[in-house]
């Protein structure tokens, strides 16, 4: 399978898409009508709609030296929804459009469909279009992703007043790690072919910058526990930079202390060998797709009892700043030195 | 203002966003939340919602050489309402990713948003959202549209069935002229720089490729003159292509007839000059951004009447097959020779 190579012209577009889509599964009433028309259909049952797109380009946001394609389709749906959840909605379709150049075969895009598939199987969302056409080099996936909320529902970055606690789910850091780690094992094999890589007790963080996934269990919970944030954004840039998104849209300041991130074993570990302060890592490293939430303080016994989150500060107003409280009590002002892809 | 280079780079992922959004405008009440936060909020009111998405990258769909971005920016926005239109919705959002590389200025990004505003404003959509990034090379856009549409009043393509009208908007054929047009400039051009291109009397054709419209008109059209097309697409791939889907997705057959098929007279005149056959055009020429759409019967006197529609043939048996019938009274298999962005 790994091994055949059926050219995409062999197929034409509309075979192709019929190809690809065969195996495509509708998981929500909603989806009236999917792919193979102008358009798809979504009953919204008189709901609200939250929508929203990502554009995912080789050499920029992936490097398919290191990342399977399979991987990459299925890496690039959960970063769509993650923005969903961020809204405190549920995904319920998503349309994904790839421009990809000759070099790749039909079995080299089923791979990356495979992983798509298991995506949408996973978190029970329908792939219900999109366009598929060549590039005269690399592959660039743009994926929009369509949730739902109940009327109202849905959380913002600017609503953060003065006094929330602030939060953020799982832990931070361990993305970037991996993707250290994969970064610095692509050049020892550049340099030296045939070595296989050494990522031994190494899982945790690969995973996490291969195969992340989308907090669906943290929405699952404000929806059972009735809490509703005050304002969320997902972590794709870093803590620093997506903290200060809230503060600037909410008009307030934060502070933020160093002793309460969430920071994996394995995070650690790396970021000694790498010789970095795995503080750094959590604030800048990117692409952990946690979600970080502030939460009114009438809320804080739920959250505190909540295994999913970590309360790491509190919002402050505006005139006070954003700043980290280190372990040492030293008052550092966070920046946003987070991923700029067109800083590439 | 066209002379000014600022780099990209200069203002940052999050500046860029800023700075071309800065004249974005809603016109729907629909649009709860636009962009700036991690997705768009749409408010449904209750109706089903449509959703198209399509990519366009430099080299394949679009040469920049005659393709001025405005018009890039203005089409790239139609084709996708063509599709919402199609399903006999009303498109009232979209979404815009866009790839550029470096050699791209923010002042040419102006252009490209200007197009894409312009458009939004005449259409009456919001540009709720979407992604900017770098790309290695060229320049890819994607584009999502959502409609609404009243409950189960959407039309798709497998709905015609025998006897039904064969009916199609405007008019086939001019932007193929006006693509083969500029295709001929441009070749005089790069082998005799500084000749200027000579379009003279040529204003409609080129305008057909360079600024199509979406035909709102028609879907306004059926809601006034209570008529629901039992199948319907926008013709992007040419009259062939497109009613070949509509058969193969109805399981029906056609006859289509020569004499019938709606050309303007400066598609006539340059298909004479070009040495085609107007009839070969107006069949596979492509990007006419026209609606096909068939009818039942009893719809005949009021298509007749809209001055709006040519009435073109008729849906017959799946055993029938597909045909021309040419004014030389030959029956003629009609094929999908349109354009084919894959084969590229």
Known sequence: MQNKHTEIAALGEFGLIDHLTEEVEIYNASTLLGIGDDGAVIDTFGKQMVVSTDMLVEGIHFDLMYMPLKHLGYKSVIVNLSDIYAMNAHPTQITVSIAISNRFSVEALDELYE??????????????????????????????????????QFVTRKG????????VTGNLGAAYMGLLLLEREKKIFLETPGVQPDLENQAYVVERILKPEAKREMIQWFESNKVLPTAMIDISDGLSSEILHICKQSQTGCTI???KLPIHEQTRLNAEKFNIAATTAALNGGEDYELLFTADMADFEKLANCPLVSIIGHISSAEEGAFLITNGNNKVKLNAQGWNALKN
């Open 257 to 259: 202390y160093e002793e």
């Open 115 to 152: 992983g798509i598939n298991i995506a949408c199987k996973k978190y029970g969302v329908d792939l219900i279009g999109g366009d598929t056409t060549t590039s005269q080099s690399g592959l660039v996936m743009s994926i929009t992703a369509i949730g739902e909320v109940a009327d109202n």
């Open 160 to 167: 953060a007043k003065v006094n929330d606690l602030i939060c």
